[in-house]
């Protein structure tokens, strides 16, 4: 069945340093994918999305990267802050399906 | 724009008790939908709606009931409370994009 999952729980990272957020997802047939993060004790925040017809994108500090063929996401944070610590989730739909499929979630911590 | 609301913040409720969980969106989005989110897992997809009149079953349904009466609104009503329900429920619309914009959530106890 379709299913999405992270490969790590947890992230601890030194502040300024580049975050590394990986994703798998097993239906071939997503394609449309999306980051949240979620600061304790709020909803889940939009970052960033890509389509399957794309391998990279980019946003201010953070980019997503699809491996279409491993069924591989990650999501990069450039110079880590503070503001940064959350859990992160990634996500996955069809398009026109408004439904979606999350991941169970990363809780990255900023190590000062 | 207020965007996504939910109330109450918090509730505590006694096994068998009833309650809704109100949602209300003010961006006009056609899309609407509940989560629960359990500890140290990813959202589940409880019910949904597509347009006002119409409602859908997600992942988890039962126990929920849900209608859509108005865009604005999407109440989830618990009739029967019970602890397997205890959670952070949160309420998600779009506008038939693909981005979902989250409400703050209502953390529901049930004793």
């Known amino acids: 069945g379709e299913s999405v999952g992270l490969h790590l729980p947890t992230l601890s990272v030194q502040e300024g340093d580049n975050s590394i957020i990986n994703c798998a997802y097993s239906?071939?047939?997503?394609?449309?994918f999306i980051w949240y993060k979620q600061e304790s004790g709020k909803g889940p925040q939009f970052i960033i999305d890509i389509r399957s017809n794309m391998d990279k994108r980019q946003g201010q500090r953070v980019t997503v990267l699809l491996n279409k063929t491993v069924k591989h996401l990650s999501l990069q944070i450039a110079a880590t802050q503070p503001g940064d610590s959350a859990v992160y989730f990634c996500?996955?739909?069809?398009?026109?399906?408004?439904?979606?499929?999350f991941g169970t979630g990363t809780r990255l911590t900023i190590i000062p | 724009n207020a965007g996504v609301t939910q109330t109450p913040k918090f509730q505590v409720l006694k096994t068998g008790q009833s309650m809704t969980l109100q949602c209300a969106q003010d961006m006009n989005h056609e899309y609407m939908s509940w989560y629960r989110q359990d500890p140290g897992m990813g959202l589940r997809l409880i019910h949904y709606s597509v347009g006002a009149g119409i409602t859908d079953q997600g992942e988890v349904p039962n126990g929920y009931n849900v209608s859509r009466s108005t865009t604005e609104d999407f109440p989830l009503r618990l009739l029967s409370a019970a602890p397997s329900q205890t959670s952070v429920y949160f309420c998600a619309t779009s506008a038939g994009t693909d981005t979902q914009y989250f409400g703050p959530g209502t953390r529901l106890t049930v004793l």
């Open positions: 239906n071939s047939a997503s394609d449309y």
């Open positions: 996500a996955e739909k069809h398009l026109g399906n408004e439904k979606l499929t």
